[in-house]
């Protein structure tokens, strides 16, 4: 079998295209691909959709029902799409989306699906090393809806591979503006290390992914950087870069009563996830090994775009 490498033949579908979507799109636009990228709203166009012919705006609302009119002759989806959480609004968006679109993809002539995933998956291990074979025992309520999301896609028959993602951040998503505004806190847990990635290694290993042929493609990836580090470690270089002050430390168990439900949750789990299988299995090359290049990289995309 050959691979699925993006290019300008290929059609790309994104379900989702929000912050890691519309990077992919616009990577697959720039291999000269046509791409269809769905969001919510149809009220307003997407900065910077004007000078982008190559992407098409479709409105997709998965608690609305399904899409209009999928595009036909699609080589490569990605979903992006969350499980919408247990309490308030539509508990089924994970299975409302994979529902509304099965039977539609099912009729394309489909090369490749990603599938974004969470590493909440794994659950907690106490700072240990989690790997694409360790156990998945999610802790979180909205960690359990992204396994079951995951599990139905990969069983769906379609050529899917999912991808493990763990904090995302990259230009816009990242902690200079809480510093510049003042509101970023320095907060301290004994052991606690978090993993992260740049949007940019995810559309990087995305399209490294599908350029493999079918029946080399582990189903299940992770992507994430060489250095799960503490929070303070990140956010100090993050103020060593724009050149300013720290805020005061303060201890986790005295912040913690402070905390959102949301907020306290991102500390429940403390994992190092493994890149071995994308990086040194199947030769993924890190464009931002740790937050150090990522961050810097950032700062500059944000100082040209008029973001900070
Ligand atoms: N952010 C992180 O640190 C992180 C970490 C690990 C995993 N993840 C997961 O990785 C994926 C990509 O993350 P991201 O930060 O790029 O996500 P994002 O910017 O929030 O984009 C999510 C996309 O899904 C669409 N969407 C959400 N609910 C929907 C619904 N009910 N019906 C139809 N479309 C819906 C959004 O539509 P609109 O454009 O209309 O809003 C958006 O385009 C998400 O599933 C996220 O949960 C994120």
């Known amino acids: 079998m050959t691979g699925a490498a993006v290019n300008p033949r290929s059609r790309v579908l994104v379900i989702g295209g929000g912050y890691s979507g519309l990077r992919f799109g616009r990577a697959a636009a720039a291999l000269g691909a046509q791409v269809w990228l769905t969001r919510r709203s149809d009220s307003s166009e997407p900065t910077g959709s004007a000078t982008e012919p190559s992407l098409h705006w479709l409105p997709y609302d998965s608690s609305q029902g399904p899409p209009a009119a999928p595009p036909s002759d699609l080589t490569h989806v990605l979903v992006t799409t969350p499980p919408a959480p247990p309490a308030g609004g539509d508990a089924e968006v994970g299975e409302a989306v994979i529902q509304h679109w099965l039977r539609p993809l099912r009729q394309q002539p489909l090369q490749w699906l990603g599938y974004l995933s969470t590493t909440g998956v794994y659950g907690d291990t106490a700072g240990a090393w989690v790997d694409e074979t360790s156990p998945t025992t999610p802790g979180l309520g909205r960690s359990r809806l992204r396994l079951e999301s995951e599990q139905r896609w990969l069983s769906s028959g379609l050529p899917v591979q999912s991808f493990r993602l763990p904090a995302i951040y990259g230009p816009g998503r990242c902690p200079f503006n809480q510093l510049r505004q003042g509101t970023a806190r320095l907060v301290h847990k004994p052991g606690q290390v978090f993993c992260r990635i740049h949007v940019d ?6 399209l490294h992914c599908a350029a493999r042929p079918r029946d080399q493609r582990p189903p299940v ?20 870069l724009l050149g300013c002050k720290l805020p005061a430390m303060q201890r986790f168990d005295a912040v913690a009563p402070s905390l959102s439900p949301m907020a306290l949750s991102f500390w429940a789990d403390n994992r190092r996830v493994s890149n071995r299988l994308l990086c040194a299995e199947l030769g993924y090359r890190l464009r931002y090994p740790s937050y150090r290049e990522g961050f810097a990289a950032s700062m500059r995309e944000e100082n040209a775009s008029g973001l900070a």
Do not use: M
């Open 201 to 206: 290694d995810i559309v990087g290993a995305l």
């Open 221 to 240: 990836v992770n992507v994430s950087d060489d250095a799960p580090c503490p929070s303070s470690e990140t956010l100090g270089y993050a103020a060593h």
